[in-house]
């Protein structure tokens, strides 16, 4: 089925213009780069909701993973919020993440070895999702779960970083049950 998906994805990517420029754009910036996450993940419950998803005052986030240090990261933000100032931009080095990011507990995590290592850990496996253009301009995607939760509409809890209750309380705030009424709460 990830086929079927897989199409579908880059279908709804290809025909959404105002991705299509970001993605354009983030690849003369920095060829390694993704857009991940809810810009990805809202376009497609969007579409399957024949809603369309409005981009202006979006937040976009931006996953790369480079060993120097953020000086990158800061460059990819503001050259992104320079040339779309509509969104806001939340850019990433996920090789540095570990220096900051805690569990809920308070412990560090280990270093993140790639961005399928970065992705595998986020709270639901329908936003363990990353977009860019490689060399031949075409679509490629990272998700270390599969399109099928993303597409099914499942929302699915990721336990491996993110506690039920960090996960609950996440779901509660992105309202994701009341703009995307079709969507299922899977607990597993």
Known sequence: MDNAYEDQLIAWIEQNQAIM???????AVDAQ????AGIIRNTIWSNLHGTEYALDGTEVDVIFYGL?????????QQTMQNHFPHMEWDVTNQALVHTWYKKDNGEK??????????????????????????AQHQIEYVAPFGLEDLFELKLR?????????????????????ERWSRLVLIND
């Open 109 to 134: 995590i280990p270093p993140l070895t790639s961005i399928d290592h970065a992705l595998s850990l986020w709270p639901e496996t329908a936003t363990a999702i990353a977009v860019r253009l490689n």
């Open 33 to 36: 780069a993704y857009i991940a």
């Open 68 to 76: 120097d240090d953020d000086a990158q990261a800061q460059c990819i």
């Open 21 to 27: 420029q970001i993605l354009k754009h983030l690849y």
């Open 157 to 177: 809890w990721n336990p491996t970083l993110v506690s039920h209750e960090g996960f609950m309380k996440r779901l509660e705030s992105k309202r994701f049950l």
